[in-house]
């Protein structure tokens, strides 16, 4: 508890150093409570000349004044953020051997490289490389896509990144001090002593910053990560406030100055609402979650760590970061919930594939499910054993399918009688060592005991035609084994999990009518958190038989396009008036409800077959919406969505099998209990699975 504790206290503290620098203001470093060796040296800091070499490259020949034009800019926008910046000029084309570029880097005068390259007449890549790492927690590369829409506008947008890049620059020494003065608490070698400093434990001796950091960097895996966890962050947010007020679109949203938004929010509460952003923007909000929780599980914190990581991160982008806009309670149940759930499910996945498949291919698809595990495991692939990221025990179970097939849809409404191509990535972990081999256990788990992730879609000439996402975790369960062998050495007995678990489902498919304004499409959507709820899983063997039986039931936070809403709007002549704005203006209301699933197969020799049956239901909630007092015929909307689904596969060889199966998918949608509308689809798929 006591390392979770200064985990949280480190975040809150630590997040808000690099998000200082709000468009139109001066930069101003924040005043905490930190220690004092820092704070003498903060001019210092800033009148150090920082030596930069700016590189320009385009797909096309540049001209001599456009490539200083560029370099000017670039220089200009340093120089903007306080910092003293001694810059050079290189044109370059590019290339990862580029001379110019290769003798700047040796030279080891220059500490970081900015890149701008033109790769299209409507796009440019930006980078910035650190040439001087001071430790193991400094970024090495981090980049961006500028779109040039033509009107000048990229040339503001970097502008603003360059200043940016040196004004994080300028906070470094004050963000590391900051988490090593969190760390301290669970370092055996630095403390901070009476006047701040930080000093030798068992000498009392008082050590400058740059020796108290590298001793608890040095220290052990746990306080090494810890920083590096931290800095990595601050990367993160730091440019993500950039992007996020370069956003002309976010500034509709924009209610509050600073100080009226942190008193409605922190204090009164009256900012503490349901926004009314686009489904995607909301939805994105989970895998935005997703990477700050990776940033902390990839570096070796547990679980529950790497939750408060995420939820504390969410917190301070809603109350600092978006200071202009509501606190969005969707926002911090989407961002936590659904970033631990798709986090972890990507993380275990990650684990599984750098365990099992060597080559480039597997370590290319673990970094596409866990980019900063797999950068992770890669940059301490030299370290002493126990520093890198746990690898998954390969005693314990897992199956990760890759599918390609053929699928023919029929629909009630909306586009019907299409044939699609369908891809597909599913994969469960059971992280229980001998899960599967005789013995007897029964034991309560206290971490990750299982996880889940599905991603699957369909396009036609007509265009997408579904797109189903589900992540779900298990994060603690009571596991019983009983297994043994027959006569036959065939498996007998049963494994049993019971626990709690969260999940993750995002489906989006044909089947809206028409649109409230031009920015809500014809899609269904339907988004779930499925928030907490009880999963049984049991498996039974006899005979050479294998039956798998799981159960869940979730409470479900929701966001649901109304299946019902347009005819109701119909009969009220297609006015909007009166509703709460995210219906008003997106078409889906926020909701909760219930979401129960079962499932069930049985192997025998190289034959499957299944079925599954899974119902939600949802109503919308009233209160608590932005711009509340707009809601005056507020309306109460209702959905109900059930899945039913047969297969049956053949096992072709040990890693390859075909599969058949019918599902059929329902949905009802009533407004206010007097309109109502339905509709219903069929797909019938063919699927070659591969199994690695």
Not at 274 to 290: E, K, P, Q, V
Not at 387 to 397: I, Q
Request: some cysteine; overall charge neutral; glycine content about 10%.
């Amino acid at each position: 508890m006591k390392s979770r504790l200064f985990l949280l206290g480190t975040i809150v503290t630590l997040l808000p150093l690099m998000a200082v620098n709000f468009p139109g203001k001066p930069a101003k470093a924040l005043d905490l409570d930190i220690p004092r060796n820092l704070t003498d040296t903060r001019q210092a800091v800033k009148d150090i000349t920082r030596k930069v070499v700016i590189t320009v490259g385009s797909y096309r020949p540049l001209s001599d004044h456009q490539v200083q034009e560029t370099c000017t800019l670039v220089h200009s926008a340093f120089n903007s953020s306080g910092a003293i910046v001694d810059s050079n000029c290189l044109r370059t084309s590019g290339s990862l051997i580029d001379p110019d570029v290769k003798e700047a880097r040796a030279s080891g005068v220059f500490q970081y490289r900015l890149d701008v390259q033109r790769v299209s007449r409507e796009e440019l890549v930006v980078s910035v490389e650190n040439w001087r790492r001071e430790d193991g927690s400094d970024f090495e590369r981090v980049g961006w896509k500028l779109k040039d829409d033509g009107t000048g506008a990229w040339e503001t947008k970097l502008y603003k990144l360059a200043s940016q890049v040196m004004g994080f620059d300028l906070k470094k020494s004050l963000i590391k001090e900051t988490l090593l003065a969190h760390a301290t608490y669970e370092s055996r070698k630095v403390g901070l002593g009476r006047d701040g400093g930080f000093i030798d434990k068992a000498t009392g001796v008082a050590l400058q910053m740059k020796d108290a950091y590298r001793a608890v960097l040095n220290e052990g895996p746990k306080q090494r990560n810890y920083l590096r966890a931290g800095v990595e962050m601050a990367v993160v947010m730091g440019f993500a406030m950039y992007k996020y007020y370069d956003l002309v679109s976010n500034q509709l949203d924009y209610d509050y100055d600073f100080g009226e938004g942190l008193r409605k929010k922190l204090i009164t509460m009256e900012a503490v609402l349901y926004d009314d952003n686009d489904l995607a923007a909301n939805a994105g909000h989970a895998f935005a979650g997703m990477v700050y929780y990776q940033v902390a599980r990839s570096n070796n914190f547990g679980p529950m760590e790497s939750f408060l990581f995420a939820t504390a991160s969410s917190a301070f982008w809603e109350v600092i970061g978006e200071y202009h806009e509501v606190m969005s309670i969707n926002d911090m149940i989407i961002t936590p919930i659904g970033g631990y759930v798709i986090g972890e499910a990507m993380y275990q996945m990650g684990r599984v594939i750098r365990a099992r498949n060597k080559s480039l291919g597997g370590y290319l698809l673990s970094a596409i499910l866990d980019t900063p595990g797999a950068i992770g495991a890669w940059r301490d692939r030299d370290a002493a054993p126990g520093t890198t990221p746990e690898g998954f025990n390969a005693d314990s179970w897992a199956r990760l399918d890759l599918s390609a097939g053929l699928a023919s849809l029929s629909r009630k409404r909306g586009r019907t009688g299409v044939n699609a191509v369908e891809l597909g990535f599913e994969g469960k972990m059971v992280d229980i060592p001998l899960y599967d081999e005789p013995g007897q256990e029964q034991r309560v788990v206290t971490s990750t005991a299982l996880a889940e992730l599905l991603a699957s879609g369909a396009a036609s000439s007509k265009g997408g035609e579904y797109f189903k996402f589900m992540a779900k975790t298990a994060f603690g369960v009571y596991y019983e084994k009983n297994l043994g062998r027959d006569t036959r050495g065939q498996l007998q007995g049963y494994t049993f999990l019971f626990g709690p678990a969260s999940a993750v489902d995002f489906e989006e498919r044909p089947g809206a009518t028409g649109p409230l304004t031009d920015e809500t499409h014809e899609y269904q959507f339907v988004g779930t958190i499925n928030m907490i709820g009880p999963t049984l899983d049991f498996t039974a063997y006899r005979n050479g038989m294998k039956l798998h039986l799981v159960m869940d039931f979730y409470a479900d936070f929701a966001m649901v396009r109304s299946f019902a809403l347009d005819e109701y709007l119909d009969a009220k002549g297609r006015t909007t008036d009166g509703l709460n704005t995210v219906v008003a203006k997106r078409a889906y209301y926020y909701g909760v409800g219930y979401t129960g699933r079962v499932q069930m197969s049985v192997e025998q020799g190289r034959l499957e077959a299944g079925a599954a049956f899974s119902t939600s239901s949802w109503s919308s909630l009233q209160e608590r919406h932005r711009r509340q007092e707009l809601a005056t015929n507020d309306v109460e909307m209702q959905d109900t969505y059930q899945r039913a689904e047969i297969w049956v596969a053949y096992k072709l060889a040990r890693n390859l099998r075909v599969e058949a199966s019918l599902e059929r998918i329902r949905q009802v949608g009533r407004v206010n209990g007097d309109f109502r509308a339905s509709d219903s689809e069929t797909r019938a798929t063919g699927r070659l699975i591969y199994s690695f």
